[in-house]
């Protein structure tokens, strides 16, 4: 009876023996330690760093998170290292549970280089244009001859960002190896080229042998009637001197040509080009030059007009520039028609062609 009362008096102590702490095999308490590492400053984070303690190793994952278990408690020194950064190195407080410990890692003078040249097409080297990897808060600013230089990148892609108050931003991605970088950037602007008409001249099927573009003719005038196909009735003929035009130009993807009125008042138009020579002082009705069957594919408003997909054609035969004709669109139900201030009147219409280099 003695022997069962002192095994009763000692089983609460055994059991609190048993659950009290976190050991390991060894008998040690140990903890977790887990976290992230970044970039420093950032909030980039660093894949394949190797993190360490007390000789437990863990290597980060893509979005730099790491975990090392049964780590002694205590004091405990956690190492990281990987290429192109600085080691690291900090003793931290390890109590038994999880310790959560961030890590920031600064590249190493081994690391890459970034390099170039920031320059426009027409204008040569840009000086003074802020070269910058946002996320990684580094940035360098073009010399006189547009170089411009980053040092110390840790390899990876980031992106790029080059600004200048004369161009438009450029923004792309940069990947970096172990290697440096060279990467050299085309800066854009807009530059608008404007043209007044050279002449100007509208003719009409009601008085067909009548000339509507003489010295006194103050408007110029467009008019579609409704049913039978919508007739055109009166169109208007321009033309532009795109000899006018610098000898660099070419239209790209970027640019765009407009053809500008002053409205009296009207509908929308369409243009298409003039594929013969003409005279402002004798067309007519009857004494029209042919035009193209190409048009363009969307009306303008009664003010201005988007000719850009048919200017190409238009700019590329040399010897036959003779510009466009605009006529009124719409549907059958009803009868459409824009006046226009001609040249004479002092508001001439104008051509602008907007140039991204």
Same mark, same amino acid.
């Given at each position: 009876?003695?022997?069962?009362?002192?095994?009763?008096?000692?089983?609460?102590?055994?059991?609190?023996?048993?659950?009290?702490?976190?050991?390991?095999?060894?008998?040690?308490?140990?903890?977790?330690?887990?976290?992230?590492?970044?970039?420093?400053?950032?909030?980039?984070?660093?894949?394949?760093?190797?993190?360490?303690?007390?000789?437990?190793?863990?290597?980060?994952?893509?979005?730099?998170?790491?975990?090392?278990?049964?780590?002694?408690?205590?004091?405990?020194?956690?190492?990281?290292?990987?290429?192109?950064?600085?080691?690291?190195?900090? +003793? @931290?407080?390890?109590? %038994?549970?999880?310790?959560?410990?961030?890590? #920031?890692?600064? &590249?190493?003078? /081994?690391?890459?280089?970034?390099?170039?040249?920031?320059?426009?097409?027409?204008?040569?080297?840009?000086?003074?244009?802020?070269?910058?990897?946002?996320?990684?808060?580094?940035?360098?600013?073009?010399?006189?001859?547009?170089?411009?230089?980053?040092?110390?990148?840790?390899?990876?892609?980031?992106?790029?960002?080059?600004?200048?108050?004369?161009?438009?931003?450029?923004?792309?991605?940069?990947?970096?190896?172990?290697?440096?970088?060279?990467?050299?950037?085309?800066?854009?602007?807009?530059?608008?080229?404007?043209?007044?008409?050279?002449?100007?001249?509208?003719?009409?099927?009601?008085?067909?042998?009548?000339?509507?573009?003489?010295?006194?003719?103050?408007?110029?005038?467009?008019?579609?009637?409704?049913?039978?196909?919508? +007739? @055109?009735?009166?169109? %208007?003929?321009?033309?532009?001197?795109?000899? #006018?035009?610098? &000898?660099?130009? /070419?239209?790209?993807?970027?640019?765009?040509?407009?053809?500008?009125?002053?409205?009296?008042?009207?509908?929308?138009?369409?243009?298409?080009?003039?594929?013969?020579?003409?005279?402002?002082?004798?067309?007519?009705?009857?004494?029209?030059?042919?035009?193209?069957?190409?048009?363009?594919?969307?009306?303008?408003?009664?003010?201005?007009?988007?000719?850009?997909?048919?200017?190409?054609?238009?700019?590329?035969?040399?010897?036959?520039?003779?510009?466009?004709?605009?006529?009124?669109?719409?549907?059958?139900?009803?009868?459409?028609?824009?006046?226009?201030?001609?040249?004479?009147?002092?508001?001439?219409?104008?051509?602008?062609?907007?140039?991204?280099?």
């Amino acid at each position: 009876m003695k022997h069962f009362k002192k095994l009763f008096w000692l089983t609460p102590f055994l059991g609190l023996f048993i659950f009290t702490g976190c050991k390991n095999t060894t008998g040690t308490e140990t903890g977790i330690i887990e976290g992230s590492v970044y970039i420093v400053g950032t909030s980039i984070p660093i894949s394949g760093v190797t993190v360490s303690c007390a000789g437990i190793n863990a290597t980060t994952s893509g979005d730099g998170y790491y975990e090392l278990e049964n780590v002694p408690s205590g004091q405990q020194t956690v190492n990281a290292t990987k290429s192109d950064f600085e080691n690291y190195s900090k +003793t @931290i407080e390890v109590s %038994t549970g999880t310790n959560t410990h961030d890590i #920031e890692m600064t &590249s190493s003078p /081994s690391a890459p280089d970034l390099s170039g040249h920031v320059y426009s097409e027409l204008d040569g080297d840009i000086q003074g244009a802020e070269v910058s990897i946002p996320p990684l808060g580094l940035k360098d600013w073009t010399d006189a001859t547009g170089n411009y230089q980053i040092p110390n990148v840790p390899q990876g892609e980031y992106p790029i960002k080059v600004t200048h108050d004369n161009y438009d931003t450029f923004e792309d991605s940069v990947y970096l190896y172990s290697s440096d970088k060279q990467f050299n950037v085309r800066m854009l602007r807009q530059y608008v080229i404007q043209l007044s008409a050279t002449k100007d001249a509208y003719t009409y099927r009601w008085d067909p042998d009548s000339c509507f573009g003489e010295i006194d003719k103050s408007t110029l005038f467009v008019y579609t009637g409704s049913g039978g196909g919508s +007739t @055109i009735y009166a169109q %208007t003929y321009i033309s532009f001197n795109l000899n #006018e035009l610098p &000898s660099y130009f /070419s239209l790209n993807f970027y640019d765009s040509v407009v053809v500008h009125l002053t409205a009296i008042g009207g509908d929308v138009f369409r243009a298409k080009l003039i594929m013969q020579d003409w005279d402002e002082l004798s067309i007519t009705w009857n004494n029209s030059p042919e035009v193209g069957e190409n048009h363009t594919s969307r009306s303008g408003s009664n003010s201005r007009l988007n000719i850009t997909e048919i200017f190409q054609e238009w700019y590329d035969n040399q010897n036959n520039r003779y510009g466009i004709v605009l006529y009124a669109t719409g549907n059958t139900d009803y009868n459409h028609s824009i006046k226009w201030y001609s040249k004479e009147a002092g508001y001439s219409p104008v051509l602008k062609v907007f140039i991204t280099y």
